[in-house]
């Protein structure tokens, strides 16, 4: 497989109008590089306990769906997983040699996860969680070989050669996908536009003179606004939906 320049690269993932689209250009650098499996995952919303709410996560992946199912759908073993851990609390890389490593000082629910992992054949690869540039806020990825390929050294090996510009490609990746609408909370143009004349000090009088309708309509539209983003009041709408790239931002035509 040819491998694009790193340039190439960057280049395609700061165009990226979408989150989908950052995230298959860095896919595709990552298998260009030799791990054909990765997950991105990333919340701006972390508590003391964990990831904070489901709803609030971004995952990206092409990690087998049965996998995906028990890891992050239906089971959320992600929450316990001993590397998704691990890079919760730390920003670098590691490789997944330190899950046998320090197999020993694990309590059940991650060894369930290990068996689990085991199961489905993902059993080599690197996990690089990112520096957080704000509170409340980590992200972090797993590369991985192809399932059932147990070869650590070879992905140590493929590190070796490639994690300067994995690392880099990655964390370019990761800021921009932060700079865009988040897919999992979408606003409708209208809801969109309510919130934003509400969220630059308009009462709910003016926001209507000003986009044309009555003031029962934009109340509607506010309400739907904090369904969709899950929230109780119009303020937390406004944060939530600032936070996530849904509002006072340039959007593509």
Do not use: C
Not at 39 to 67: I, K, Q
Not at 244 to 251: A, S
Request: proline share 4%; net charge negative.
């Amino acid at each position: 497989m040819t491998i694009k320049n790193i340039q190439t690269v960057l280049r395609n993932i700061v165009d990226a109008t979408s989150a989908e689209t950052a995230w298959q250009h860095l896919l595709e650098a990552i298998q260009e590089r030799g791990f054909p499996l990765a997950m991105y995952a990333y919340t701006r919303f972390r508590t003391a306990n964990g990831m904070g709410e489901e709803g609030d996560h971004l995952v990206m992946s092409n990690y087998p769906t049965e996998f995906i199912k028990g890891f992050v759908l239906d089971q959320e073993r992600y929450k316990v997983a001993p590397m998704a851990k691990w890079a919760l609390e730390n920003n670098g890389v590691r490789s997944w040699r330190s899950i046998s490593e320090n197999y020993h000082t694990f309590d059940d629910a991650q060894k369930e996860v290990v068996a689990f992992n085991l199961k489905h054949g993902m059993m080599a690869g690197f996990t690089l969680g990112f520096r957080p540039s704000r509170s409340h806020e980590k992200a972090g990825m797993g590369f991985a070989l192809s399932p059932f390929d147990d070869d650590q050294d070879k992905a140590d090996a493929l590190w070796a050669a490639h994690g300067d510009d994995l690392s880099m490609i990655s964390e370019v990746a990761h800021l921009r996908i932060m700079s865009l609408p988040l897919p999992r909370r979408v606003l409708t143009p209208r809801q969109t536009e309510v919130l934003e004349w509400v969220g630059s000090g308009k009462s709910i009088a003016d926001a209507a003179e000003i986009i044309g309708l009555t003031q029962r309509t934009v109340e509607k539209h506010l309400r739907l606004a904090r369904e969709a983003l899950g929230v109780q009041t119009t303020a937390q709408a406004i944060h939530k939906a600032s936070v996530y790239n849904q509002i006072f931002t340039e959007r593509p035509n």
